[in-house]
C-alpha cells in the first residue's frame, strides 16, 4: 500500500515538474533560436575543414599504399575546392594561403601522376611538405597530425 501511494506521489509530482518545464520552455522561446544558431556556428565544421580531413584521409591511404610498394593512379579529390569552399571564422583566403595552395595543388596531383620521373615517396613527402608549408601559419594545430603522414 505505502509503494502505490509512493507511485502515484511521484506520477503526479513528475506531472507538475513536467507542466511546470513546458511552461519554462515556452516563455524562453524567444530566447532559444539565439541559443541554437551559436551552437550551430561552434559545433558544425565548415565546408573546407571537411575537405581538409578528405584530403587527410586520402594521403593516409596513399602512405599505406606507397609503404606496401603499389603504385597509386588515381586522385579522387576535387582539389579545385580548395579555391572555392567555405572557411569557418577566423580562416581565410590570406595572400600566404594564395601563394602556397597552387603549389600543394600540383604536389598532391603528382603523387598519382604515372608518367612523372620522379621517385613516388618523394613526389608523396612533397605534397605533405606542401600541406604543412601552409599550415604553418594559417592553421598551426593539425601540423602534429600532418607530420605523421611523411614516409620517413
Ligand atoms: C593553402 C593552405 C593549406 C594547405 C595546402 C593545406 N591546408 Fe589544411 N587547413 C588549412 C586551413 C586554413 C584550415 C582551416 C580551415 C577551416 O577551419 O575552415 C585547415 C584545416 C585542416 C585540418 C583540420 C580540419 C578540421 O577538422 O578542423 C586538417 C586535418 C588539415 N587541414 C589537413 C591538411 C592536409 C593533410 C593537407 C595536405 C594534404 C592540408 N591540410 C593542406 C590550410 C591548408
Keep these: 500500500m505505502a509503494s502505490f501511494y509512493n507511485n502515484r506521489f511521484l506520477i503526479v509530482f ?3 515538474v513536467f507542466i511546470f518545464s513546458s511552461c519554462k520552455d515556452e516563455e524562453n522561446v524567444a ?10 556556428e ?7 575543414a571537411n575537405f581538409m580531413n578528405a584530403m587527410y ?21 576535387d582539389l579545385m575546392k580548395l579555391h572555392s569552399a567555405e572557411m569557418s571564422n577566423g580562416h581565410a583566403r590570406t595572400p600566404v594561403w594564395n601563394s602556397f ?4 595543388i600540383e604536389a598532391q596531383q603528382s603523387v598519382a601522376d604515372t608518367l ?14 606542401n600541406c604543412l608549408a601552409c599550415h604553418k601559419t594559417e592553421c598551426t594545430g593539425p601540423i602534429p597530425k600532418i607530420k ?4 620517413q
Excluded at 148 to 151: D, E, G, H, V
Design 14 to 16: 513528475l506531472s507538475v
Design 31 to 40: 530566447e532559444q533560436p539565439k541559443k541554437e544558431k551559436i551552437e550551430y
Design 42 to 48: 561552434i559545433y558544425r565544421p565548415s565546408e573546407m
Design 57 to 77: 584521409a586520402y594521403n593516409v591511404q596513399l602512405k599505406q599504399q606507397i609503404i606496401k610498394g603499389e603504385t597509386p593512379v588515381i586522385m579522387p579529390l
Design 101 to 104: 595552395v597552387n603549389v600543394f
Design 116 to 129: 612523372s620521373n620522379v621517385e613516388l615517396r618523394a613526389r608523396y613527402n612533397d605534397a605533405i611538405n
Design 148 to 151: 605523421k603522414l611523411l614516409i
